[in-house]
């Protein structure tokens, strides 16, 4: 039965489950650091039979239990089996982590673009396409998933590296005196364009290897979060505010030089992740607080002990990140806060 199997499995995982007075599903809870996780597990009769008032007065039980033991900190996935998942999801669409655990074709089905559960979803797909003989698992007995790309993060990288062949082709001279940011051709040419087109062009291979390897990384991330057309707008926002905060520091300290490359809006992506990633209560994917802040931290410490590199555009290029992270981004399926009740819940 998928009960036993997912229990076992589960317990793989360091989850243990937790004898509480809910009697229909299953709950199993896993401490780590300062916060716990918490499934909750329902099996298909349950699900079949359940109402979003049963499944909410359940989620009420479970948080009174942990409230009771003093852990406010919980993460919350909720696990049904079902043979109709469009049907199951009825009880359940007010509430974030939802997962459909499809008995018809072995797999888990996630609306609406919900998150990864610290890393559950992939070997739980693969435990549903063994058990299910699915035609898709492979003989090695690991199932086959294909990896999400970010179409407009991929356009991004490649758009980068056939610009800076082609300016190799043509000649240095169409980097900086065509499309490079200077505050001449922008002020007096009135060469607005150069706001984006400078976000295209890079100094030689180094430079634009650091840039596309953090771009890939970041910003896949960050298109997964935003959806295609806000992640565009946040990184062409942050690159052209970049370069504005880059020419209005030279204009005051009186000095001309050219910009070029796309660490200014990669720095606005940088800063949208840190501020999803707060929201998100210190997770988003594989990413920590601690490590979006050390990334920055680092980034902006090698920039200001370069030479060469213009830290206006990257200090400018966060803060738009940050302001338009804020203004962009609303987290998904936020759900409903339940409030704190003292004393035993009764179903």
């Known amino acids: 039965m998928l009960e036993q199997e997912l229990d076992m499995f589960l317990r793989k995982k360091d989850y243990q489950r937790l ?29 079949r039979q359940l109402s979003p008032e049963r499944q909410a007065n359940i989620i009420r039980q479970v948080r009174q239990y942990f409230y009771d033991i ?15 998942p469009a049907g199951a999801r009825a009880a359940f669409g007010i509430y974030d982590n939802v997962w459909f655990l ?41 199932g086959k998933r294909r990896v999400a790309v970010s179409p407009c993060n991929t356009v991004l990288v490649t758009v980068n590296i056939v610009v800076f062949l082609l300016c190799g ?11 490079a940011l200077g505050i001449t051709e922008v002020l007096d040419g009135r060469e607005y364009y150069r706001l984006v087109t400078y976000m295209f062009l890079h100094a030689g291979i180094d430079h634009l290897f650091n840039n596309m390897l953090l771009l890939w990384f970041l910003g896949d991330n960050l298109e997964k979060q935003l959806g295609h057309i806000k992640y565009l707008i946040l990184y062409f926002m942050s690159g052209i505010l970049a370069g504005l905060a880059s020419m209005s520091y030279n204009i ?47 980034s902006l410490y090698g920039g200001f002990t370069s030479q060469g590199v213009d830290n206006a555009a990257h200090v400018g290029g966060l803060l738009a990140g ?10 998904k399926n936020a759900g409903v806060h339940l409030r704190r009740k003292r004393g035993k819940i009764e179903s």
């Open 19 to 47: 004898m509480l007075n809910v009697q229909e599903p299953r709950v199993y809870e896993r401490k780590a650091e300062e916060r716990c996780r918490v499934i909750i597990y329902y099996p298909e009769d349950v699900a």
């Open 70 to 84: 003093g852990q406010t900190r919980l993460d919350f996935l909720n696990l049904v089996e079902t043979k109709n």
């Open 169 to 179: 082709i043509r000649g240095t001279w169409f980097l900086l005196e065509r499309a």
């Open 322 to 331: 940050v302001l338009l992270g804020l203004l962009l981004y609303r987290k």
């Open 252 to 298: 005051s300290i009186s000095r001309y030089i050219v910009c070029v490359g796309a660490s200014g809006a990669i720095f606005g992506v940088a800063g949208a992740l840190a501020v999803i990633v707060l929201v998100n209560r210190g997770r988003v994917e594989n990413l920590t607080t601690r490590q979006m802040l050390l990334f920055i931290a680092l």
């Open 102 to 142: 499809d008995r018809q074709t072995g797999r888990v089905i996630l609306y609406e673009g919900q998150e990864d559960f610290f890393g559950l979803r992939a070997p739980l797909e693969d435990l549903m396409y063994l058990r299910m003989g699915n035609p898709r698992a492979p003989e090695s007995g690991v």
